[in-house]
């Protein structure tokens, strides 16, 4: 069974940058796509960011497309989400996802696992 734990969120400036880990301490991920969503308060959540676990294909947002970056490190079952240039829009809950296919969606609902959430604060 697939468990994520999400890491890293903070509270940092405009213009600042932070790294969020999310961490599968269950099964052995494989034919498995994750992505990155996020929640500010008052919106519905929202897609952020996936990457393909086989091949490392990556999808953005155009929101966040050219400031962040997702990675995954398949030694440590680790998925990554390095946030350059955050800006106080960015300010949410962020959540690590995965599913059970490797193709990547854009939609929550496609995802079966969800970490707990991290918090990000972005201050101007």
């Known amino acids: 069974q697939v468990q994520l734990v999400e890491s890293g969120g903070g509270l940092v400036q405009a213009g600042a940058s932070l790294r969020l880990s999310c961490t599968n301490s269950g099964r052995t991920l494989g034919d498995y796509a994750m992505g990155w969503f996020r929640r500010a308060p008052g919106k519905e959540r929202e897609f952020v960011s996936a990457?393909?676990?086989?091949?490392?294909?990556?999808y953005y947002s155009d929101s966040v497309k050219g400031r962040f970056t997702i990675s995954r490190d398949n030694a440590k079952n680790t998925m990554y989400l390095q946030m350059n240039s955050l800006q106080p829009e960015d300010t949410a809950v962020y959540y690590c996802a995965a599913r059970n296919f490797v193709m990547v969606t854009r939609k929550a609902q496609d995802y079966a696992t969800w970490g707990q959430g991290t918090l990000v604060t972005v201050s101007s």
């Open positions: 990457i393909n676990w086989n091949n490392g294909i990556q």
